[in-house]
């Protein structure tokens, strides 16, 4: 096994209930960790962990987040952890909301991802991907349909991505979490059954493992999380 000189791990998402914990152990091991943001002068102050203002909705910003990560270090690592959530049936649901599911699932994750693989292709040093999909991109339910056609489309983007970059020693992944046990989702869902809901920390456990040298025969995975 090559063991690869660390570099930087962008976290897309970190501000969230999920990408906080997986920052909160990358920076815990000593990773230099990268985290985009709309507002990052709200981040708090982390060892090891700069926030840098980016929009994943604007492919320009996405292009100046990239030049600066390639500015401080190579781009070894990659967490794409952001995402939405909105119910509706497929017969009912709107426009709208279609559209704001795949731009938050999809569309978003996309652009962080395919500038991150192309900064660690041109590097030639290998790296790490890991996108956060859902459970419910392989689990068929009701009333979530917007939804869960979006992690189903982020999680073959994650599949693709692994056979195009199996060449460049860079691995992709897919972690599937069922339901994060997360304050807005107890808020949201205050008489459901928790007994089934996941950590946030121990997906961020899997997604740590993912980004080490340890796994790096690992690629196109999608593992269960929950």
Do not use: F
């Amino acid at each position: 096994m090559v063991v690869r000189q660390q570099g930087i791990t962008v976290v897309g998402g970190g501000g969230g209930a999920l990408g906080s914990a997986v920052v909160s152990r990358l920076a815990a091991s000593g990773r230099r960790v990268v985290v985009p943001t709309r507002h990052p002068g709200r981040s708090p102050a982390v060892p090891g962990v700069t926030a840098i203002e980016c929009d994943l909705d604007d492919l320009e910003s996405v292009t100046r987040l990239c030049t600066a990560v390639e500015a401080m270090g190579r781009w070894d690592g990659l967490v794409s952890a952001s995402g939405g959530y909105a119910g509706g049936k497929a017969h009912e649901v709107d426009d709208a909301t279609i559209e704001d599911q795949i731009a938050a699932n999809l569309l978003g994750p996309w652009r962080l991802v395919r500038a991150g693989a192309a900064s660690m292709v041109a590097a030639g040093a290998g790296g790490r991907i890991v996108i956060v999909a859902s459970r419910a991109a392989v689990d068929v339910a009701r009333s979530q349909a917007a939804y869960q056609v979006s992690k189903a489309a982020v999680l073959r983007l994650a599949q693709v991505m692994a056979l195009e970059l199996q060449g460049h020693a860079i691995s992709v992944n897919a972690v599937l979490p069922g339901t994060l046990d997360t304050p807005a989702n107890r808020e949201s869902m205050p008489k459901a059954n928790r007994s089934s809901w996941v950590s946030t920390d121990s997906v961020a456990a899997i997604i740590e493992w993912l980004l080490s040298d340890a796994a790096g025969v690992v690629t196109g995975a999608a593992i269960p999380a929950g």
